[in-house]
């Protein structure tokens, strides 16, 4: 297993325009999660699956916002109508069920021109 | 609302001598504690964890004590190498599998 798989690594798209994000987690974990990270902050939050059951979405996921994980495998996030404060590097993780050790991807840097 | 305070943005050190990251928390029900270690164009890897029913854990070069009563948990790395240099994020958790929250992390330099 290679670890957790991130794609794009960078994207960058016009403001309005749509993205998807996809997430290849360790294949044996049951957790998935996205975190967002801008300048100078920590990795923020957004939503978790367990298998393929979404569990908890943060505040900070607005309804342009959503996340899949179609058979508990692969995670896909997509932002609709992209805006200029979408522009973060997008992490993903994930775990075994009750374990806190994550182990993140390399991140999807978005940039909203 | 910030749940999970890193105070000093970045610290440097020289080579050989111990690095000290801090860490406050606010959340009383935060019970599990972890620090990240990211290089850039990375994401963060897991370093070392302690649970709220020890004050200490240590592994090789890294050790973490955790103060309760205090909200406060520390990283002490010695002796610290030029491949430390990084950023460190301290993240915290309550039990019920609740998502890890995490500080706005510390730039650790070690200068040879």
């Known amino acids: 297993d290679t670890g957790v798989s991130q794609d794009p690594r960078h994207k960058i798209t016009k403001r309005g325009q749509n993205v998807t994000f996809r997430c290849d987690p360790i294949?044996?974990?049951?957790?998935l999660y996205w975190y967002r990270q801008t300048l100078g902050q920590g990795p923020e939050f957004l939503t978790y699956?367990?298998?393929?059951?979404?569990?908890?979405k943060s505040r900070l996921l607005s309804d342009r916002f959503s996340a899949e994980r179609p058979k508990g495998s692969f995670s896909t996030l997509e932002i609709q109508r992209t805006e200029q404060g979408d522009s973060a590097m997008y992490l993903c993780?994930?775990?075994?069920?009750?374990?806190?050790?994550?182990?993140f991807g390399s991140g999807t840097r978005l940039t909203v021109v | 609302d910030q749940q999970v305070k890193q105070n000093s943005p970045s610290l440097s050190v020289q080579e050989g001598r111990i690095s000290i990251l801090n860490c406050d928390y606010t959340?009383?029900?935060?019970?599990?504690f972890l620090w990240y270690k990211k290089y850039p164009a990375e994401g963060p890897t897991f370093l070392i964890s302690?649970?709220?029913?020890?004050d200490k854990n240590e592994d090789g070069r890294f050790t973490v004590f955790l103060n309760k009563s205090a909200k406060h948990l520390s990283l002490h790395i010695v002796p610290s190498q030029p491949g430390d240099s990084a950023v460190y994020f301290c993240?915290?958790?309550?039990?019920?599998?609740?998502?890890?929250?995490f500080g706005k992390g510390t730039r650790l330099s070690v200068i040879a």
């Open positions: 993780a994930s775990s075994f069920l009750d374990h806190y050790g994550y182990t």
């Open positions: 294949s044996e974990h049951n957790r």
């Open positions: 699956f367990q298998n393929e059951a979404q569990l908890e």
């Open positions: 959340n009383s029900m935060f019970d599990y």
């Open positions: 302690i649970s709220s029913i020890k």
């Open positions: 993240a915290a958790a309550s039990s019920g599998n609740t998502p890890l929250v």
